[in-house]
């Protein structure tokens, strides 16, 4: 949010400035993205950009590894009871406005629950965008929902797996500090 001055004045200019924290988080999305982008082209994924948007959605909540790690498993979950509903619903085929009240519905129970839990707004998130990716012709339910539980679980594995090569770095640069320390201050 942008400061005003105490007299109403204009607003005071915007600074950017990287902390400790978004430095992390950063480097983390940096190397995950690189790695999504790797691995995804040369599978043929149809739809990599899920792969790289669930890598993004994972990492970008902070610095903690356990939370992160939480939201992976969040992210994942939550996107296979979402295929779930997505393949129920799209049994029913709803066009016009049976369509837009589900996907009004869906958009408002992702807004009621989003801030709350993560895990719980994916249920509702995921077949509210395969609902919108199915309208394309040729396109099948189950393959749609299928290819969406594959990419997610592909993103949150390539996430997870740097969360842990960077604990590992920061692991053996801890060992390293404690080998370069004299014994007689230890």
């Keep these: 949010m942008r400061a005003r001055s105490a007299s109403g004045g204009p ?11 978004s430095k992390i988080v950063l480097a983390r999305l940096t190397a995950a993205i690189v790695l999504a982008a790797a691995v ?15 890598v993004i959605a994972v990492l970008q909540s902070g610095v903690l590894r356990r939370l992160t790690t939480a939201r992976a498993a969040n ?3 939550g996107t296979v ?3 779930a ?15 837009v009240l589900v996907l009004a519905g869906l958009q408002f129970l992702v807004e009621l629950v989003i801030v709350r839990h993560y895990g719980i707004a994916l249920i509702f998130i995921t077949p509210l965008a395969l609902l919108v990716a199915v309208r394309q012709p040729g396109v099948s339910a189950g393959g749609i929902a299928l290819e969406r539980i594959i990419d997610t679980g592909i993103g949150a594995a390539l996430a997870v797996l740097v969360l842990a090569g960077e604990f590992l770095i920061e692991r ?6 404690i080998a370069d320390v004299p014994e007689a201050v230890q």
């Design 75 to 77: 992210r994942i979950l």
């Design 40 to 54: 995804s082209i040369p599978l043929g994924l149809h739809r990599s950009y899920w792969v790289i948007v669930t």
């Design 11 to 21: 607003a005071a200019p915007l600074r950017f400035a990287l902390t400790a924290e």
């Design 172 to 177: 053996r640069a801890t060992r390293r500090r």
């Design 81 to 83: 009871l979402g295929a």
């Design 85 to 99: 509903i997505f393949v129920a619903v799209a049994l029913v085929v709803p066009d016009g406005v049976g369509l």
